[in-house]
């Protein structure tokens, strides 16, 4: 064959395979469902301000367009959701769950009595998030095995959960013996970095370190490089001014429950410009204390029926039993002052400008995963943000600190069609957080 029959042979068969590709792109896009929510009020998680009578498209599991009614086409054949009178928005993250855990009050009791039935208790808290409008969560702590499980059944389409980033067991120097089945202890530089290794193996999502005032600068310093090296990001607390200079020092990526102390009032300049010329990610977690007020002031809270008819009854009943003195919990019990204090180093954290993103510790005492995420949202207005700021960061703030910020977080066209609607408007009030109507999660409706 001549040069040029070599040429027209090759164009022949190039132009077959994209012939036979044709048919297969034409029904996927066919089979793909395509979704329009129209005309609810749309707050994008960008800190932007709100656009009235939206619409937005999906077609499959990503948004197509956004924008407003009479600009942007509605495609013939999609299933319409009718957004009257409601809030369109990204699905919430909560950066900071336990969904081992689900309110119990005595961890000494639970911890041993329960440790079989994680297999359980997990799905029931992850199902909860999703169906109150949170798509996204970071698990701090949790079995390896049990919580690598549920997050690869979410991912599979088996149960329904938000999308989990999860950390497996907390790295530390000490416990009690029956917490070993979250909890590894690191003992010198390089059994800190084999144990890291050990659950980056396992495929865990990113690091949780705590008791770092308690490890040497070595240690520490092991786990952050393993972490990074293999491109994950390290968790731990930030609470008191020492371990918040340490651990930023080397090189934590977030910090974790930063306000609840009982020396500093409030933080130090340097602590605070340390905070934000290091770029930390700051995530309070105002709930996991301020719930034992919340506790305190209705103790019937610990019978919510959602709750109770979620878990295993006899799961709830000891809940419910653990929770029936809040005064006397040990868990609260960190001094004079702990609670009544935070609000002020929350305030000048918000107002300082450092950099926070929304997480609860849901799980902890009395803080239930139905509702832990949009009561710390209205904490943080409470103290200072804006609603539209508080949004942000309960959405594209918390896809950034993951390193998901292209593809999720907020609503705009290209992102993961991950979106909420909420009855009446969040940017009037808030708590209207609470009351989530429908749940999507790339592009599924699951509420
Ligand atoms: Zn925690």
Excluded at 306 to 331: C, F, G, H, I
Excluded at 409 to 437: H, W
């Amino acid at each position: 064959m001549t040069d040029r029959q070599v040429f027209l042979a090759r164009l022949l068969l190039m132009l077959l395979a994209l012939l036979a590709a044709l048919p297969t792109r034409a029904q996927e896009r066919g089979n793909q469902t395509e979704l329009a929510i129209v005309g609810g009020m749309l707050v994008d998680g960008t800190g932007g301000a709100a656009l009235h009578d939206a619409v937005v498209v999906i077609r499959g599991e990503r948004i197509v367009a956004v924008g407003s009614k009479g600009t942007v086409p509605i495609p013939a054949g999609a299933k319409i959701l009718n957004a009257g009178g409601m809030t369109v928005m990204p699905g919430l993250w909560d950066l900071h769950v336990h969904l081992m855990i689900m309110g119990h009050g005595k961890y000494g009791e639970y911890f041993p009595r329960y440790r079989n039935r994680m297999r359980e208790i997990i799905p029931v808290s992850a199902r909860e998030l999703l169906l109150h409008g949170v798509t996204s969560a970071r698990d701090l702590g949790a079995p390896l095995e049990e919580i690598i499980e549920v997050r690869d059944r979410i991912n599979r389409g088996e149960i329904a959960g938000p999308r989990l980033f999860v950390s497996g067991p907390f790295l530390q120097k000490s416990f009690s013996q029956s917490d070993e089945y979250f909890r590894w202890a690191v003992q010198g530089a390089s059994d800190a970095r084999a144990k890291t290794r050990r659950l980056i193996d396992a495929k865990v999502d990113l690091i949780k370190v705590i008791q770092a005032l308690a490890m040497s600068d070595e240690e520490f310093a092991a786990i952050i490089d393993e972490a990074h090296k293999a491109g994950l990001t390290v968790a731990t607390h930030g609470k008191e001014e020492e371990e918040i200079r340490k651990v930023v020092r080397l090189g934590a990526d977030t910090i974790e429950h930063t306000g609840y102390t009982v020396g500093g009032l409030p933080y130090s300049a340097e602590i605070i410009r340390l905070l934000i010329d290091e770029q930390t990610w700051v995530v309070p977690t105002c709930n996991v204390h301020w719930t034992s007020r919340v506790l305190r002031d209705f103790p019937g809270r610990r019978f919510d029926q959602e709750v109770a008819a979620d878990y295993p009854p006899d799961v709830v009943k000891d809940m419910q039993e653990s929770l029936s003195n809040v005064n006397t919990l040990r868990y609260w019990h960190r001094g004079p002052g702990y609670i009544e204090s935070a609000p002020i180093r929350w305030r000048q954290m918000i107002q300082a400008k450092v950099r926070i993103a929304v997480g609860t510790d849901a799980g902890t005492p009395g803080n239930f995963h139905t509702d832990a995420t949009w009561r710390e949202v209205r904490l943080l207005v409470e103290h200072g943000m804006s609603p539209l700021e508080a949004i942000r960061a309960a959405t594209k703030y918390p896809a950034m600190v993951m390193k998901k910020g292209n593809d999720l977080g907020t609503v705009e066209p290209g992102k993961l069609a991950d979106v909420i609607l909420v009855k009446g408007s969040v940017v009037e009030n808030i708590s209207n957080l609470q009351n989530v109507v429908h749940v999507i999660k790339g592009g599924t409706i699951y509420k």
